[in-house]
């Protein structure tokens, strides 16, 4: 038995992640800790998805290091993630959310309750045994997030939940990720929408062209940015 | 049209020798389908997940293999099974469990070929996912096969298809006996050259019924299966 550790803080030594010529990520240095939502943005292409990817687990950085709690090489069994363009495996709905309780090792006694739980959560318990993959954008949207949500993690990791849906949906899915934070589990998600990251942020990491070009809580930052870029992109202003 | 006549009396009639020979087939080529699954699809989703030094070069020679001649098949498995052979104490020769080892050698690249195909797709489709949710290397392999089991079912039957057509393999191991070794395709080999155009017309219609058949079972039970898994 090991002790119960925790995956945080998740910090990123000097991470440089290269894609063919393409730096994708350039010297990153960032420490994600316990607390309020972490909301990374800045414009497509600012290296956020790679980011979070990479925090996730998914992909290894070109050079320098990321450690979970300490470590190298955690599995991802506190963590979660929705991904921008979520994968529905090819089962129901609640066959999707069976599923990643069972690679967490939960019981099948237990399952069940735990489907209900998480499908009431996101609104779908209407729609549990329609087939994952036919339904709407926006309902997959809302499954892959109670997937994630179904694993139990200490930390979720949010790509542009809400990129390509209505008001409501995206209503929806704010109110989730603020319930969620408000149950002590870390959230760190990528938004390009300013208004999002005013509503949900308790701190802001900006990207711009793979750097980090400031970091601060969410108050400080949307009043008194630091930098060029952070003003240009509070004020509405087009960053490229 | 006198020959068509007397074919269609012959199947309809359900002569009892014309329905010993589509038994034997359906069980050889069946048996080999089988059997060729066991080993083709684990193989092809072990070629589609595992990178090692080599793969390129493996998937084309299985590639390649697909279209391996049904003679040459049959000729090799003739040395192997004949009595002078590495395996001709097992007696197999002349038996359709002969046929049956031919049919598997035939179909087993057309089976891999394809799973890895199918595998590999859906396994970038998954990845992402299968990872975040710390999916281990067997929970993949088993995941992929069952998500992809819609699309393997065509697998299965591209190589039912060649099995059931094939009759160079099964006539060199077989020997075409009557009443033991004959099949549809062997008997129609036979009675054509032997001028018996009646049975060979009746036994190609109720083997292109067959397939047909399967066919639409296999095409039937796949729909219902996505209606209800997506």
Request: charge should be positive; proline fraction near 6%; aromatic fraction near 4%.
């Amino acid at each position: 038995m090991r002790a119960p550790t925790s995956d945080l803080p998740i910090r990123f030594e000097n991470v440089t992640v290269t894609s063919g010529a393409v730096t994708v990520l350039d010297r990153i240095t960032l420490t994600l800790t316990p607390g309020p939502p972490t909301i990374l943005i800045g414009p497509n292409g600012s290296g956020k998805s790679t980011l979070l990817r990479m925090a996730m687990g998914l992909i290894a950085p070109s050079q320098g290091r990321v450690t979970w709690g300490g470590r190298e090489d955690v599995p991802p069994t506190r963590r979660a993630i929705v991904l921008q363009r979520p994968t529905m495996l090819r089962r129901t709905a609640s066959g999707n959310i069976r599923y990643a309780l069972r690679a967490s090792g939960v019981a099948r006694a237990e399952a069940q309750g735990r489907i209900d739980e998480v499908l009431a959560l996101v609104g779908l318990e209407q729609l549990a045994d329609r087939p994952a993959r036919r339904l709407s954008g926006g309902e997959q949207q809302r499954l892959a997030l109670a997937r994630a949500l179904a694993r139990d993690p200490a930390i979720l990791f949010l790509d542009e939940p809400t990129a390509s849906l209505d008001p409501a949906a995206t209503k929806a899915i704010e109110d989730i990720v603020h319930a969620v934070g408000q149950r002590g589990i870390k959230v760190v998600m990528a938004t390009h929408d300013l208004g999002e990251a005013r509503r949900l942020a308790g701190d802001i990491v900006m990207l711009h062209r793979g750097r980090v070009i400031e970091t601060g809580p969410a108050a400080s930052f949307f009043s008194t940015p630091q930098s060029s870029e952070a003003r240009t992109f509070i004020a509405g202003e087009l960053l490229v | 049209m006198p020959d068509d006549v007397s074919a269609l009396q012959l199947v309809l009639a359900g002569d009892p020798a014309l329905f010993a020979i589509v038994r034997l087939s359906l069980i050889v080529s069946l048996s080999a389908v089988l059997l060729a699954a066991l080993l083709g699809v684990p193989l092809g989703a072990a070629l589609a997940l595992i990178r090692f030094p080599g793969r390129q070069a493996v998937i084309v020679v299985l590639n390649a293999l697909m279209g391996l001649p049904p003679v040459v098949v049959g000729l090799a498995v003739f040395l192997a099974l004949s009595r002078s052979g590495p395996l001709g104490s097992w007696g197999l020769l002349f038996t359709p469990k002969a046929m049956i080892v031919a049919q598997t050698v035939l179909v087993t690249p057309i089976i891999a070929a394809l799973t890895r195909q199918t595998i590999e797709d859906l396994w970038i489709e998954y990845r992402d996912e299968l990872t975040a949710m710390n999916i281990g290397a067997v929970g993949r392999v088993t995941t992929l096969i069952w998500d992809a089991r819609f699309s393997l079912v065509t697998a299965l039957l591209a190589g039912f298809g060649r099995a059931a057509a094939e009759v160079g393999a099964i006539i060199i191991v077989g020997g075409n006996i009557e009443g033991f070794t004959r099949t549809m395709t062997t008997a129609i080999a036979l009675e054509t050259s032997k001028g018996d155009l009646p049975l060979a017309i009746g036994l190609g219609v109720v083997l292109i019924a067959i397939v047909v058949a399967v066919n639409a079972l296999a095409w039937t039970a796949r729909r219902a299966g996505e209606r209800m898994a997506g």
